[in-house]
């Protein structure tokens, strides 16, 4: 049903004009430099007509027109039209919250703030400046202009609830814009999860011990070394940002590998031994996918390979290839949890069982061709919880990430073993078909080929980095 009657934000209505559209679409070309006037009347159709397909009632509201042409301009490959269509939307939103937040009143309605003793309160522009002008070392001109940028982040969201650290992280990404960026890393918080400083006070035998172990613990978690640039550094101390490798920067993140078969499974074992003795020199996790030979043995009472393999698990996590059913999962024979199984496809039982042994699994018809290798340089990850729609601070996410991913290709270039793997990054905190996703991915692909470096997405995130992420929303 094709819209007749659009809801403005202010809660009044008016006749749906498809003009409004197109004079939008025609200042993104203007700003991008591509006028085209009939493709601008063209695209405002298909919008209509999409709207026409995915509402059911004639009524409807700016933003979903909004996001109707951000998908339309999207989905028919003109994406830098896309790019600043979103710019001056977001633009004219900082410029009606900047005027919704010039009022005088000091406390913004339906949002509180949730303090590290779980307690909730309102949220108070006066006490927050006040804060900042004794905490940060802000004139109280200073501190009431970021206060200000805080409510503009906030002011167009969802957000009703924010934890103390969430609000810290806000306060220093507004000091960074507004020029106070020294400020904030030297006086800026440094954050770690109630529930580590619970196991280690818990795990300590006296309290002496107890803050040595904890500042430690603070120390080794939140210093990054001066290879890394300075936003950089802000944002993995914030939990934006996580980057493998920092313990041994010289070694690649994981490497893979499927052997050949053999007639004789020792030879199998033999080989598996010197490619992970090899591997490990240059790789700090390596996969080892084992041929079917090797299950068949075991399942026909080859006990004599259960030691072997338990050494190799030292080296390597070994996957035995099966067919995705085996009755050695009915008494499994090992005690190394780096001894798993690999499949040719996911399989509901299978995986029923080895989550209940705790083992990892893999699969795919590529795992049995023998010489299969992947290899993985590095890894990234960013935390873009609570930015949804703002794309200046998605900007600076991706501009970091890139810039992360480029110390970690210096740091390994030495190895020519590394040349050529991939760089790998995932995105925690977005929706996965959401716009500001889709924009994320975009900007990351983007900042990266204009630095030389393809990197490609993934949705596997390791432990330590779901750890490291989460300490932005722990309390």
Known sequence: ???SVIVKRDGSQAPFCGQRIIDAIRRAQQAVG??????????????????GRSVDDPTINIETVQDAVIFVLQESGNYQLATAY???????????????????????????????????????????????????????????????????????????????DLLAGLIDAA??????????????????????????IAGASDGRQAAVDTGGRVLSGFVLSEDYPAEVRR??????????????????????????????????VAQAFALATTASRSWRQVNLIIPPMIIGHLERGGEAL??????????????????????LLDDWPFVSKNISIASYEDDFLLLGRLQQLGLEHLSGPHLMQGGYRRRVAARCALNAQGLEGEFSQLDLLAMALVAAARVRQRQLSADPELAGADIRYAVFGLPPTSTSN???????????LRCGIALQRTSRLPTAACEHLGRLFDS
């Open 1 to 3: 049903m094709e819209p």
């Open 34 to 51: 591509q006028v085209d006037d009939d493709l601008a009347i063209e695209l405002c159709e298909v919008v209509i007509a999409h709207l």
């Open 86 to 164: 979103l710019r001056y939307r977001d633009a004219r939103e900082r410029e009606r919250r900047r005027q919704l937040l010039s009022r005088p009143s000091s406390v913004v309605p339906h949002l509180v703030i949730c303090g590290h003793d779980t307690r909730l309160r309102l949220w108070d522009r006066d006490a927050l400046c006040a804060q900042l002008v004794e905490d940060r070392d802000l004139s109280a001109k200073a501190a009431h202009q970021v206060v200000l940028m805080v409510e503009e982040m906030l002011a167009d969201t969802d957000v009703s609830e924010l934890s103390q």
């Open 175 to 200: 000091m960074v814009r507004s020029g106070h960026g020294a400020v904030a890393e030297r006086c800026g918080d440094v954050r770690i999860s109630r529930r580590d400083l619970t196991g280690l």
């Open 235 to 268: 944002l993995y101390c914030r939990g934006r940002m996580w980057i493998d490798g920092l313990d041994d920067p010289r070694r690649g993140n994981e490497f893979t590998a499927a052997l050949d078969g053999h007639p004789d499974s020792w030879q199998i």
């Open 306 to 327: 259960i030691a072997p393999l338990e050494a190799l698990s030292q080296l390597a996590s070994c996957y035995l290839y099966c067919d995705g059913r085996t009755p």
């Open 438 to 448: 889709e924009y994320l991915e975009r900007q990351v692909v983007q900042e990266g």
